[in-house]
């Protein structure tokens, strides 16, 4: 049984920075290409970051240059550090240790919460 623990999240002005951990009970995490979802009330959980299992970045518009997503497989730990936080960042962050299975992954932590205050 796969377990995921997302922490880091919490209440912030806008313009602040949150980093999100998320530790992973999977072996297969280091070969595995990874993501950070999020999902703000009334809407669709939406991919906001993802990783390959070597360590490549790629980002949604709304976030880039703003998210860092990184990984360390020796840990089974992924993080993403948030910076310059905005109010529409507000939502319950996800981390998806499958990025392959997608929004069909069966696994799903409890998540993180961010609010981000104007």
């Known amino acids: 049984q796969v377990h995921l623990v997302e922490s880091g999240g919490g209440l912030v002005q806008a313009g602040g920075s949150l980093s999100l951990s998320c530790v992973v009970s999977d072996t297969l995490f280091s070969g595995n290409a990874a993501g950070w979802y999020r999902q703000a009330p009334g809407r669709q959980r939406e991919l906001v970051a993802a990783?390959?299992?070597?360590?490549?970045?790629n980002y949604a518009n709304s976030v880039k240059e703003r998210f860092t997503i990184s990984r360390d497989n020796t840990k089974n730990t992924m993080y993403l550090q948030m910076n310059n936080l905005k109010p529409e960042d507000t939502a319950v962050y996800y981390c998806n240790p499958d990025l392959l299975a997608g929004l069909g992954y069966e696994h799903w932590g409890q998540g993180t919460q961010v609010t981000v205050s104007s």
């Open positions: 990783i390959t299992s070597s360590g490549s970045p």
